[in-house]
């Protein structure tokens, strides 16, 4: 399908076009257009053959058009012209923090800054102050914003590694000389930022494995090939390693790949300790050499008399003591999520109906989804006034009576504003079955106001779960600063819960504040923060987030069953 490029396309000419100053309505109906795209479940292609493209929300004639032009030709002249018009560099500009399209074009006009690196260069030599609109304290956040951008590029979130790998391994998994496969490092032990991907296999017929992964179309460069390791570059620039190994050490180097290093040094110190010594390829006594593991992970661990230890753990973050202890924490699991809580629809910046995200929930085995659109004080996300609350509330009654063994809870994803007060009245918060409230501007408070900020609206009684409470987006903004033992004490005092969001560039709480939450006794909520279908998939991310932090079944509010859900965000009456 050619959807996800087409909407590609939308998203960048948007950009060009506020580069060039032009009409924000035009700029904002590509962006929406693109989304649309993005959510779109059916073949656009099929769409454009059948004459019906204008029948997609947000496209009429001319967007129609331009899609046509695209299936047709691979090109959409337009774009091609603003890309002559304007260095492609800029586009680039515009994911430093503090430089919006206004500050691109000037940038590029009085010093023909063309790209991040011209950038740098000039925020070092200082020479960024002069212009109009910047000042000295600003290229100091030019800088760090440029760092963010290239370490993101260095590691990419774990949402694309996981995509990729499972791309990857579902092509070798079909092929019937693949025995065993399994992904191995840092995207096993699910890390929010992946460097490169390792794949293990077992295989009887390595070297047809091996032609078949170096000859991927995603595979951009062959950087090594052999009979047992093979290495490629993507097209998009990540390094993908395959290795081969024998069945009886499956277990061994699955575990040795998988590290982390520190977790298995303190697991070579172990098996030492008893006279044993563990590589890649298993267990062995030390002094005759013998092999009494290596075939099953678990086995492993067994032998050191330690329960299986699940990959997010491995971090020695005391997991070998709790293992020890009997102590481990019994994760929470993707099948026990039994709704989410954080959906957006049509209504504000979503790219579905109502019902069709509750159809799509339904199918996925969920009890409930909370629509949750954004507030007044979010034009630019299309946020409902109050008015078109009202309206939203009484649409959700009419299709829950229509729908069985499924509820749609009313909700809204409300503005905390400067001051921390919350843009909608109280009494219409009072009548929503779920209230997630979320910072959505002024990062750059200083931690005391921000903490004020925030717990005011924690305190708020009507508010349930506070979204994305840290504000970091991966690779481009870093987290605002909080008080953040003030800010727990004060969620769990008030029975708010936290979110741990599982938009890929959020995942926000991370793992360390998920543990920390655990620690001081709050509830979390896991969810998607969905504006398409699609993303009700990234569910999982948000789990894995929740596993890191040692989380379990009974931390995570969105795991009960919908009466008990009920009674806990149920507001005072
Ligand atoms: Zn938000
Ligand atoms: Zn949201």
Redesign the pocket.
Known sequence: MKNLEIARVFMEIADLLEIKGENPFRIRAYRRAAQNLEGLTRDIAEEAGKGTLEGIPGIGKDLAKKIDEYLKSGVVEFYERLKEEIPEGLLDLLAVPGVGPRTAKLLYERLNIQGLDELEKMAREHKLKDLPGLKEKTEENILRGIQLIKSGRERMHLGLAYSLADEIISTLKSLPEVKQISPAGSLRRMKETVKDIDILIVSSRPAEVMEVFVNLPLAGEILARGETKSSIRTREGTQVDLRVVEPECFGAALAYFTGSKAHNIRLREMARKKGLKVNEYGIFKEKSGQKIAGKEEADIYQTLNLPFIPPELREDLGEIEAARKGNLPSLVSPKQIRGDL?V?SKWSDGAHSIEELARAARKIGYEYVAV?D?SQSLGIAGGLKEKDLLKQIDEIGTINRKLKGFRLLTGT?VDIRGDGSLDIADELLARLDVV?A?IHSGFKQGKEKLTKRMVRAIKNRYVNII??PSGRLLGEREAYELDWEEVMREARKNRTALEI?AYPQRLDLNDIRCRQAKELGLSLAIST?S?TINQFGTMNLGVATARRGWLEKKDIINTLPLPQLIKKVSKPV
């Open positions: 954080h957006h949750t954004h994803e997630v979320a979204a994305h969001n923060d504006h």
